[in-house]
């Protein structure tokens, strides 16, 4: 019949650092005059056992998780990632990251081993960019405070530390505090962070596939709210050769028409959405019903999805399961469009 409904969508990885070019010592001197401006950590344990805010004969992030033990995953993530001499250069980072106790409550098994596999290296790197902060954030820096920082991949995290401890978006919180390492600091959390379906577009780029001309889309649209905000959806995101494809067929006038005409856009993009989170594996051959109301005819063969709408080419899913906080990216070959356009 159609897509599943509903799965709890608690996927992605450990918290697990990843530099930015321009991250200096300066970034570390900025995050202690205001950790406003570089970011957040913390919360209410100390890490007795770890030699917290002592450096001098720290080990660097890398060897920090692996000797820890407890961090299995986030060392297996770095190492798939292809971020290993990364988190073994000079920083400062700060990391919050998950255990593997967290991961293993919240991380569905099918969707480790697809994030851990070669297709999906790009995506595996922006869920762990999304767990760091330039600079050196201790937990002092933090506690009574609630504030919104930038994260190495460029989304905001909230940080609220009004409580007595530390929660981040609204959900993991720090368990254990300033582990010191060589290049920076972790900060312990017991659940792991995901970016919304916005802010995955806008970083993913695997030097072939990107989703700029989607993301100005869904801009020009006003659904960047929509989009970012809690509702679990299911999103089939055409990517920029899509896009061109579209432009070619129709000629730059129509194409640039479309892009200028509000209602007619949101309509085209709502029509590659699911009001809900289907992952492939629970994908069958029938009809889903879209945000925009009417439906696409989905076909299951031979290990793969084509979507057909109202015309007579059918879209390629080219990648699945992409996760994020509010749903599901599957990267598509086309754009989709509905009857009546």
Request: proline content about 4%.
């Amino acid at each position: 019949m159609t897509l599943t409904s509903r799965h709890a969508l608690l996927a992605a990885l450990l918290a697990v650092p990843f530099a930015l070019a321009g991250c200096s010592d300066d970034a570390d001197d900025n995050a202690n005059t205001s950790a406003a401006d570089t970011g957040a950590a913390t919360d209410t344990g100390t890490a007795t056992d770890t030699g917290a805010g002592d450096t001098s004969t720290a080990k660097d992030i890398v060897d920090t998780a692996a000797g820890a033990g407890s961090f299995k995953t986030l060392v297996a993530a770095v190492q798939a990632a292809g971020l290993e001499s990364t988190l073994r250069g000079a920083g400062p980072f700060t990391v919050f990251a998950p255990s593997d106790d967290a991961f293993k409550k919240s991380v569905p098994d099918f969707l480790l081993t697809q994030l851990t596999s070669a297709p999906y290296k790009t995506e595996l790197a922006l869920i762990l960019k999304y767990h760091v902060l330039a600079g050196k954030v201790e937990a002092a820096s933090v506690l009574g405070k609630k504030q919104s920082v930038d994260s190495a991949l460029g989304a905001k995290l909230s940080v609220d530390g009004t409580s007595g401890k530390v929660i981040i978006n609204g959900g993991p919180t720090v368990t254990t505090a300033d582990v010191a390492t060589s290049n920076g600091v972790i900060h312990i959390i017991d659940g792991v962070l995901l970016p919304t379906i916005v802010d995955t577009a806008v970083g993913y780029d695997d030097g072939t596939v990107k989703f700029s001309t989607l993301v100005t889309a869904v801009k020009a649209a006003d659904l960047v709210g929509t989009l970012s905000g809690p509702g679990t959806f299911t999103v089939f995101a055409p990517t920029d050769k899509a896009f061109d494809d579209l432009k070619k067929a129709l000629g730059d006038a129509a194409f640039n028409a479309i892009l200028a005409d509000k209602a007619k856009l949101a309509k085209i993009l709502t029509y590659h959405v699911l009001p809900s989170v289907a992952f492939a594996k629970d994908v069958k051959s029938g009809e889903a019903a879209t945000v925009e109301g009417s439906k696409l005819k989905l076909t299951v063969a031979a290990g793969k999805v084509t979507i057909g709408d109202s015309t007579a080419t059918a879209a390629n899913v080219a990648l699945t399961d992409l996760p994020n906080s509010n749903g599901v990216i599957h990267v598509i070959d086309k754009v989709l469009i509905p009857a009546g356009l």
